[in-house]
């Protein structure tokens, strides 16, 4: 049961997305064409201003998700209940504090907007994006209970309907009203549209945590989500300052640069985004594993899982190298582009991000908040000292920018992931994860300097060079997996269970 709601999750996430991200780039390539660079640079640095602001969340939501994992599987609905009044009181005042704290920033827009001279109403914008914000608060909490009963598919069904709903009349603002007002509006509406039929689904599936409302957290759980919530404070606000600041630095450096540089980013975080869905669909089913295997049997699951996410990675790194400058040209045109050297540092961070996924997984899964303080100030620091050196000192402009982040990344990150993992979740050493790990990056940055240099050399242009660059990579990947990983345990435990259920 556990390994069919975790593919039924991934199999509607994964779908959905397919068809949000098809809509979204078309909705893109009329925002590019008939609302230019400004009002994109704007748009992206209206996101990272609300990315900091939402770290009042805290989280809360985390915590809250791993303390519903026991009382689920025992069945206690009264402390399900309890954990749900807690959750939603919570959600509530830090909605209120988010709105009364939100204009304290208004002061600061023009600051990082300076150069949008012929974009209006930048106050207007940045409370509309706050308002999108704030209304979510009320409503998103019922998304948790949802994925910690492994009913996630009603989250992404729900959102991929209203993103096409979305799209659509976005797609009208702009094109017909060339309005940017109206293309914020519409997403307000289909906000608050989503969390309104997801609080729905929730309190029909779930209709006994109504009648916890008044009910008092017990003592160990009140206990466990002051720990839990505190140490993820550090992260949350560790990974808000990353990127965030990261953006800030960039428009500031340059706010039409932010406007290139976001459809890359686009394209990056559709992919992770997918990512992300399929994770974290399988994230009950995680914990549920965590709590009741062995560590023999978790050892094992955790290679097959770390190594399926590498091969997905690494096929969509190598992917974006061979394709993702052709792609933008394209879709956007040459004056879109940037320099080879930072998309290839832009693709080697993607791919770092992911080999972290199956670690902050388990993190999550098993509830080892406590253990990450520490990495996500370090984290902070190397970042936002390595970025100001490179951007400030020696002017390395949206290259130091990145390149901060991946320091950041491999210095800090990475490494603390894995033994916390390995010393807090499975009980074995990190020794052999920490080989594979080197020889991933190794593997990653061969694969994707030899997918970009491959597309380089076809002579071909358009979609169809497109296509053939593509086939390329792929064929190339294929190539590496087989021949490095094709004996090893993992691939062929992950080939076994595949095999399995196909017969099945």
Same mark, same amino acid.
């Given at each position: 049961?556990?390994?069919?709601? *975790? ?20 909705? $893109?390539? @009329?925002? /590019? ?7 994109? #640079? /704007? ?17 809360? =939501? ?12 025992? =069945? ?58 704030? !209304? ?15 009913? +996630?598919?009603? +989250? ?56 916890? $409302? ?39 450096? $340059? ?13 990056? *975080? ?51 190298? &061979?394709? !993702?400058?052709?792609?933008? /040209? ?29 670690? /902050? ?58 033994? %916390?993992?390995?010393? @807090? %979740?499975?009980?074995?050493? &990190?020794?052999?994860? %920490? ?6 990056? %190794? ?11 491959? *597309? ?13 660059? =593509?086939?390329? &990579?792929?064929?190339?990947? #294929? ?5 490095? @990983? ?15 259920? $196909?017969?099945?």
């Amino acid at each position: 049961m556990r390994f069919l709601n *975790s593919l039924r999750n991934s199999a509607l996430a994964f779908a959905g997305q397919i068809i949000t991200i098809v809509l979204g780039f078309v909705l $893109r390539w @009329y925002f /590019v064409h008939i609302l230019g660079q400004e009002y994109l #640079g /704007v748009n992206s640095v209206m996101e990272s201003m609300i990315a900091l602001l939402s770290m009042t969340e805290l989280g809360i =939501g985390t915590s809250v998700a791993f303390a519903l994992y026991k009382p689920i599987a025992q =069945g206690d609905e009264k402390r399900i209940g309890a954990l749900m009044a807690f959750y939603r009181k919570v959600y509530h005042v830090i909605g209120i504090v988010t709105a009364a704290v939100g204009p304290l920033l208004i002061p600061f827009m023009r600051f990082f907007t300076r150069e949008a001279v012929d974009v209006p109403y930048v106050n207007l914008i940045y409370l509309m994006f706050l308002a999108n914000t704030v !209304l979510s608060y009320f409503f998103a909490y019922k998304r948790t209970l949802l994925s910690a009963y492994q009913q +996630n598919y009603v +989250n992404s069904v729900t959102e991929d309907l209203f993103a096409v709903i979305k799209y659509i009349f976005q797609g009208v603002a702009i094109v017909v009203y060339k309005s940017y007002i109206g293309y914020l509006a519409v997403s307000i509406v289909c906000a608050l549209a989503t969390n309104i039929v997801i609080s729905v689904v929730c309190d029909r599936k779930y209709p006994f945590v109504k009648n916890y $409302r008044k009910e008092k957290l017990l003592p160990e759980d009140r206990a466990g989500l002051k720990k839990s919530v505190v140490s993820l404070m550090y992260q949350k606000i560790g990974a808000k300052l990353v990127t965030g600041t990261d953006n800030l630095m960039i428009s500031y450096a $340059r706010l039409s640069l932010m406007g290139i540089y976001s459809n890359y980013a686009m394209v990056i *975080s559709i992919i992770t985004r997918v990512v992300y869905n399929v994770l974290r669909s399988i994230l009950g089913s995680i914990g549920n594993l965590v709590v009741q295997e062995d560590s023999g049997r978790k050892c094992a699951v955790y290679d097959e899982f770390t190594f399926a996410s590498f091969s997905f990675h690494l096929l969509m790194a190598m992917g974006l190298s &061979a394709c !993702l400058e052709r792609f933008i /040209v394209i879709w956007a045109g040459e004056g879109w582009l940037l320099s080879p050297a930072v998309t290839l540092l832009v693709v080697m961070n993607f791919f770092l991000h992911g080999l972290r996924e199956p670690n /902050v997984v388990i993190i999550e899964a098993a509830g080892l908040f406590n253990k990450m303080r520490m990495k996500a100030v370090g984290e902070v620091v190397v970042n936002l000292v390595v970025s100001f050196l490179f951007l400030i000192v020696f002017d390395m402009g949206i290259y130091g920018v990145l390149l901060g982040t991946t320091v950041s990344m491999v210095s800090v990150c990475i490494w603390w992931e894995i033994l %916390a993992v390995h010393k @807090y %979740a499975l009980n074995a050493s &990190a020794k052999k994860t %920490a080989g594979r790990f080197v020889c991933h990056v %190794a593997t990653a940055a061969t694969g994707c300097f030899a997918s970009y240099f491959i *597309s380089e050399a076809i002579p071909i242009g358009g979609i169809w060079g497109l296509l053939l660059s =593509g086939v390329c &990579a792929a064929a190339l990947f #294929g190539l590496i997996v087989i021949g490095l @990983y094709g004996r090893t345990m993992a691939f062929r435990g992950l080939w076994n269970r595949f095999a399995e259920r $196909r017969r099945g």
